[in-house]
């Protein structure tokens, strides 16, 4: 049996956490056309999943876990306090990766580990959230459960129309989307698309927007301030069925 898969990187406004919450997929196919962390997919890994992103890198990253033998990434070096991954020889696509893990939910990949990971002993060791032995083993023992899978470099608009679960999660339409940087989106656009798509659509959004007739969903915990108190995300959600 193909277990749930642990995200492999983080990404700003990852749905892994609350993914159980929407509603199952009944098709074979899985489709994400703004893929960022697949945190829905990875609750199903044994779907057909196609994925895609307009995001160079990180179709980059997924391309690379796709392709990556296991010796490979369990080879891949620690990045210390006073380092960059710049400081490594090492493919564009692995910078990228690391980069993704070496701070938390972050639109961008980093150089360099974050603040916390600076100011705590070792937390790669202890903790997978961050690059270091227990991440790589984690991406190890997960690579053969994505072998199956696909990425394209691709806007959404260049989406074939097929029967599918569309798991369509864009940047928002708020200024929490504004922290990614492939944002600029035509909402109207993406909202006739969505509702032209065949099979089941989900599409993710804030309560709030109104380029689609959102309904709530559910309060979900976002990045937490630097107070410590955590940040709510009051999500919603549109579907065609």
């Not at 893929?35 to 997919?41: D, I």
């Not at 210390?80 to 639109?107: H, M, R």
């Amino acid at each position: 049996m193909t277990p749930i898969l642990a995200p492999f990187f983080s990404f700003y406004g990852g749905k892994y956490r609350i993914a159980p919450k929407y509603p199952q997929p009944l098709q074979d196919r899985i489709i994400e056309p703004f893929a960022g962390s697949a945190g829905f997919s990875l609750r199903y890994p044994d779907k057909q999943i196609n994925l895609y992103d307009i995001d160079p890198k990180i179709c980059g990253v997924w391309d690379y876990l796709i392709n990556a033998s296991e010796a490979e990434v369990a080879s891949l070096p620690d990045i210390p306090n006073d380092k960059t991954v710049d400081d490594f020889n090492l493919p564009q696509e692995v910078k990228w990766l690391i980069g993704f893990c070496l701070q938390s939910g972050v639109s961008r990949p980093a150089k360099s580990p974050s603040s916390w990971a600076k100011s705590n002993s070792n937390p790669t060791q202890t903790d997978a959230t961050f690059w270091g032995e227990k991440r790589r083993n984690r991406i190890v023992s997960q690579l053969k459960y994505i072998r199956h899978w696909t990425i394209e470099n691709k806007s959404y608009a260049e989406i074939d129309n097929c029967d599918a679960y569309w798991f369509i999660d864009p940047p928002y339409n708020n200024r929490a989307g504004l922290k990614y940087k492939y944002s600029d989106i035509d909402f109207c656009h993406l909202a006739d698309w969505c509702k032209s798509r065949q099979g089941s659509v989900v599409v993710c959004e804030n309560v709030g927007a109104d380029w689609l007739p959102f309904e709530y969903f559910i309060d979900a915990r976002a990045n937490t301030r630097k107070s410590g108190v955590p940040r709510i995300s009051k999500e919603a959600i549109w579907t065609n069925f």
